[in-house]
């Protein structure tokens, strides 16, 4: 799954795109971390949204 395409070559439509937007997490934070998403209905922008979901009990 991509979340960007380049707009000029309107790559998008071809779904030929890149994989250039991460979280970066610590270790320490690697076993809160319960799902991850590139959210696909969210349009705008040349990206898709990314977004994690953290268990934030302490």
């Not at 991460?22 to 991850?36: G, M, N, P, Q, T």
């Amino acid at each position: 799954m991509y979340s960007w395409w380049d707009v000029i070559t309107r790559a998008r439509e071809r779904n030929v795109g890149w994989r250039i937007d991460y979280f970066w997490a610590d270790k320490r934070l690697e076993s809160k971390i319960k799902d991850a998403m590139i959210m696909t209905d969210v349009y705008g922008s040349d990206h898709y949204p990314v977004a994690i979901i953290i268990d934030a009990k302490v």
